[in-house]
């Protein structure tokens, strides 16, 4: 029996599964008022899948608002926040649209499909703006690298992200793989696209003209992923039942390769009017917003919709979310054309209603009206709430531990020193991380100018002229821990600073806000301090936050994640040829550190390995990131500089370190004076960078930074030849005067053993083979 | 005119736009060809770009093997049309029983993308007489079945009659017998290859450009063809 | 109608990673005495009608074509009419 509007009419009193489905008493009135009776069962589906935190960003909205209402002005932004993927200019009639989310909870319930998933459908918000995407990147964030449960995720999800990337023909151009305890039974994966077009490809999700047809193309609907977005990104995962695990969405690679070629063929062809792709919520949020941003009323006939099970319910149909589907408007004398198209590419495609002006979302089903509801109050005028906060009892002391020398003994000696750093660089956070990336390919489409392990991923937009774009991703959560508010502005001046050490401008920023309950204040504080941080920083450096994806409920128990608001920021750089790699090349080269080293170690790598958390993280100076910034992209725009790596996680020791085991080239470096080698080498003092000079360019290098106001200190020279005095003939080493010396062998032998050893063995193979069964 | 070089597209190919910028960089004039075509547009050879067409859901190259359009590349490859297989294209000529052999799944089963040494083991073909014989070259390998294996009696007869081309050098990457990283039929006009040359042509954005001469190899050849 | 089983498997001669994969799993989780696994791909082919004749022919040269592959796989094929 279908519950149609009809019969909802006549039976007012028939008891609805509000709670079931998620919905507050509160908000199950509203839904009666907004319709003048009770829902269908349709209807509820709808409203409860799109009023879900997941999609409604009922507790995030009230202060996700600062990125628009401070917004600095800035001409780059072509689209805002509110659609699929926000879109900045970057000259010469390009623009670029890039985008993170989180797929946190399904990864979690099936490592290989949830995160393969996470890839395909951040890739379908970017073509949905008419960009053809050219990179993803991984945030990954897991529990301690060595615990059980770690070993059952981080595989499967390395292997669906690789298996459904590769298999698409994106390059995986870098990402981040963090350990931290706070994940334990909550890993994060966020995935981020990033796309191109021409001004005029730009398009949005609206349903405009009226009489207009609705198309749903791409796979056929199943039961996938039924509920899943509002059981499983809404609700705190309960690990010891697999009886309640939802049915998980499974991703096919191959049909979003044909799905990406027929929508970018489709609509430079000039066929689409409006666009949307089909994510969480399927067909309710597809059909609801392009209504509601369009001439508001549509028309659907859902029992047109192509099926993989025929025993779906309508309500089935509408919550379903079956992965690579897509949904265009398109005018009645193009249709045949799409049609045509579609069958080109092997893509099903059918009409499934049209335009209408009449305000009102209609859904029928065999003839029986099942949905009649206003778009707008489905899609974009859900609860709005203002959940309390306050600061939590524990940050005082939390903040007051500080580590100071008393407080946690450090090394002193030149061999304590030195196994400080062999320790730094094979911990599992800042140990080679080949053992994933060779997993992705980061060579398809032949535009890859940076990858991993490079500071900031880069890809060439344009092969004439040169254009290209950089991005990166950052959070270091445990500063969010010790001060959220500073925490996210770290985060966003990591990825600032890494973006311009590559030679690129910083345009634009995209954010991944994952944070445990907001039912719980303390939660919500942290959320508060930190999107204000954020918008505050990116107001004074002056780039908008273009969009972005909140997560919500990652946590385990009472346990809440540390609040991680990951931070993508793009930038732009006129002729990739001027990009700044990580390696130094040349002998004699001078090696610099840009910036101010303090003792500042509170939330760092080294206090991290010793089991300590404490203190205020590292100070925010945003003039001297901004500082910093420019005259990193004017040296390499000038070609003063051959190589240059952003100092963050493990100080100037590891980067050191990591650049010369990129160039393989050895190098001897000392300690600046009136500076404790120790806080040298291993603070985490933020806006610094290191940048190598040729000879040649040495004084043009330094009169500009002293006529800037940057201080620039040099602490090292490129050498090759190191190997023979210091008792290692033929080998690469670095030295640092009088504390140690050390080859490249030996750093990399350690730098690359950590991750293998946890997860390459005999046991992780079977394990990724169990959930990459039938690739 | 320079010489046409046709490139593949199947459904789920990803390295075609690279074959095809490959194919320009060395001097040539890559023509698009579409699973379905019926014809081959005149070219003078053909590759078979990397991907994973459709879907490799059956096997790799299984299905791609009964495209119209390779119903002619078959055809011709038997009267001299010089022919590169990439990756997928390697798997596809095993398929379609042009080259001797299958590839398998890589032995630790995982994915592997990394910049992989080769020599150079024949230079009697025309992807390769533009090398040097025993030219150790750097390209990218990106495979998940990458593993070329052979009877004793093929792998035999293939050293024996020079049509190994390359083999990988240092650590084997996906567990191929005897370190075959691309072989030729007994023509030599017929190559697959499991690395990818067609990333390593800009050094830009490759490790190297030791891709180049397989593109201007075919460039030389057909110039000196009848 | 007709149900046709074909049972593909990688010849016993071709190293079977995901086999052996599986084989380590089995023995981990207290299974004892595995002596080998091979793991295969099953086709179930549901075919209107019959299956004899010129169908039946053509069915078992594309189980042999299509469906494996012989350099590395065997097959088997079982028809329930």
Redesign the interface.
């Known amino acids: 029996m279908i519950d149609s509007v009809n019969i909802a009419r006549e039976s007012p009193d028939t008891e609805q599964p509000w709670a079931d489905l998620g919905l507050k008493q509160d908000e199950y009135e509203s839904i009666k008022e907004i319709l003048g009776r009770r829902p269908t069962s349709s209807e509820l589906a709808m409203y409860s899948v799109m009023w879900s935190e997941h999609c409604s960003y009922k507790s995030s909205k009230v202060h996700l608002r600062q990125f628009g209402d401070k917004a600095p002005k800035t001409d780059a932004l072509l689209v805002g926040i509110g659609e699929n993927a926000g879109v900045v200019d970057i000259g010469d009639g390009w623009a670029v649209t890039f985008k993170v989310e989180s797929h946190n909870h399904p990864s979690y319930v099936e490592p290989y499909q949830g995160a393969a998933t996470g890839i395909g459908g951040i890739v379908r918000d970017i073509i949905s703006m008419g960009a053809r995407p050219l990179a993803v990147m991984d945030p990954l964030r897991f529990g301690a690298a060595d615990a059980p449960d770690t070993r059952r995720v981080l595989p499967g999800v390395v292997a669906g992200i690789g298996g459904y990337g590769n298999c698409l023909g994106l390059p995986n151009i870098g990402g981040e793989l963090v350990f931290d305890e706070s994940y334990a039974g909550n890993p994060l994966v966020n995935a981020l696209c990033v796309g191109s077009m021409k001004h005029e490809d730009i398009h949005l999700a609206s349903a405009k003209g009226v009489d207009n047809l609705v198309v749903l193309y791409g796979a056929r609907t199943g039961g996938d992923g039924i509920g899943g977005v509002s059981v499983l990104a809404s609700e705190t995962f309960d690990a010891n039942g697999p009886a309640k695990r939802p049915s998980v969405q499974v991703g096919d690679p191959f049909m979003e390769k044909l799905l990406i070629e027929a929508t970018l063929e489709v609509l430079h062809a000039g066929l689409v009017e409006g666009i949307q792709d089909l994510g969480g919520a399927g067909i309710s949020c597809a059909t609801s917003e392009l209504a509601s941003n369009g001439e508001g009323g549509m028309q659907v006939y859902l029992d047109r919709v192509l099926l993989r099970d025929a025993s779906l319910s309508p309500e089935e149909i509408l919550m379903s979310e079956s992965q690579e589907r897509m949904c265009a408007v398109v005018t009645p004398e193009k249709i045949d054309a799409f049609m045509q198209l579609c069958k080109k590419w092997e893509v099903e495609a059918v009409v499934i209603g049209e335009v209408t002006d009449t305000g009102r979302l209609v859904i029928d089903w065999y003839g029986d009206t099942i949905v009649d509801v206003p778009p707008r109050s489905v899609a974009h005028d859900g609860p709005v709430y203002e959940r309390p906060f306050h600061r939590p009892s524990w940050q005082d002391a939390l903040q007051a531990d500080t580590p100071t020398g008393e407080r946690l003994p450090r090394p002193s000696t030149p061999d304590a020193l030195k196994h400080t750093l062999l320790d730094l660089i094979s911990s599992p956070n800042l140990a080679s991380k080949s053992w994933v990336t060779s997993q992705y390919d980061r060579y398809v489409l032949g535009n890859t100018i940076l990858a991993q392990p490079e500071d900031a991923g880069m890809i060439r937009v344009d092969e004439e002229s040169g254009l290209g774009v950089a991005i990166s991703t950052d959070c270091n959560s445990r500063f969010a821990k010790l001060d959220p508010y500073a925490g996210a502005q770290l985060a966003l001046v990591e990825s600032y600073r890494n973006i311009s050490v590559a030679g690129a401008k910083p345009l634009a920023v995209t954010n991944c806000l994952n944070f445990g309950s907001p039912e719980d204040p303390e939660v919500m504080w942290q959320f508060a301090q930190a999107t204000t941080g954020l918008a505050d920083a990116c107001l004074e450096l002056g780039i908008p936050v273009t969009g972005g994806n909140v997560s919500f409920y990652n946590q385990t128990g009472e346990n809440a994640i540390s609040p991680t608001p990951v931070v993508g920021v793009l930038g732009v750089i006129n002729n990739v040829e001027h990009r700044t790699p990580m390696a130094w090349a040349g002998d004699g080269d001078l090696i610099y550190i840009l910036g101010d080293t303090a003792d500042e170690f509170a939330g760092s790598e080294w206090a991290h390995l010793q089991g300590h958390l404490g203190g205020l993280p590292p100070k925010v100076d945003l003039p001297a990131e901004k500082l910093l910034s420019e005259i990193m992209v004017a040296a390499s725009h000038e070609g003063m500089i051959t190589a240059a790596h952003d100092v963050s996680d493990g100080g100037v020791g590891v980067a050191v370190t990591e650049m010369a085991l990129r160039a393989n080239i050895g190098a001897r470096f000392w300690i600046p004076e009136n500076i404790d080698p120790f806080v040298f080498l291993f603070s985490e003092s933020t806006a610094r960078a290191i940048a190598v000079i040729p000879g040649t360019e040495e004084l043009r290098f330094s009169e500009m930074c002293a006529a800037r106001g940057m201080r620039a200190t040099r602490f090292g020279v490129v050498d090759s030849g190191l190997g023979v005095n210091s008792g290692h003939p033929g080998e690469q080493v670095i030295v640092c005067d009088s504390q140690f010396t050390l080859t490249i062998d030996q750093l990399r032998e350690v730098n690359e053993a950590t991750l293998p050893a946890l997860f390459g063995g005999e046991k992780c193979s079977a394990q990724v083979s169990e959930s990459y069964w039938d690739q | 005119m320079s010489a046409r070089i046709g490139v593949v597209t199947f459904p789920g190919s990803l390295d075609d736009v690279d074959a095809a910028r490959a194919i320009r960089i060395a001097g040539g004039t890559a023509v698009a060809l579409w699973h379905g075509d019926t014809d081959l547009h005149g070219v003078d050879a053909v590759v078979l770009p990397g991907g994973f067409s459709y879907g490799d859901y059956l096997r790799c190259g299984a299905i791609a093997k009964f495209a119209p359009v390779m119903s002619l590349v078959i055809d011709k490859a038997q009267v001299g049309l010089p022919v590169l297989g990439i990756c997928n294209g390697f798997q596809i000529l095993c398929e379609s029983r042009l080259l001797p052999g299958a590839l398998t799944r890589n032995d630790h089963q995982h994915f592997i993308c990394r910049d992989q040494r080769l020599r150079i083991e024949s230079t009697d073909t025309p992807w390769t007489m533009d090398f040097a014989l025993g030219q150790e070259i750097v390209i990218p390998l990106k495979n998940g079945e990458g593993g070329y294996v052979a009877s004793e009696v093929v792998l035999d007869e293939l050293f024996a009659e020079n049509r190994v081309i390359a083999t990988y050098q240092g650590e084997n990457p996906n567990g191929s017998y005897r370190n075959v990283a691309g072989i030729s039929n007994k023509a030599g006009n017929v190559v697959g290859l499991m690395p990818h040359p067609e990333h390593a042509v800009e050094l830009l954005t490759g490790p190297t450009i030791d891709g180049v001469p397989f593109f201007t190899s075919v460039l030389k050849s057909l110039i000196g063809a009848p | 109608m007709a149900r046709v089983v074909v049972n593909v498997a990688?010849k016993p001669e071709?190293?079977d990673?995901?086999g052996r994969?599986?084989q380590?799993?089995l023995s981990?989780l207290g299974l004892s005495g595995v002596m080998d696994v091979r793991q295969g791909k099953q086709f179930i082919i549901d075919i209107d009608g019959e299956l004899e004749g010129d169908r039946a022919d053509l069915l078992e040269k594309l189980a042999g074509e299509?469906?494996s592959?012989p350099?590395?796989e065997d097959f088997t094929l079982t028809v329930e009419n």
């Open positions: 990688l071709i190293l990673p995901q994969a599986v380590g799993a981990r299509l469906l592959n350099v590395i």
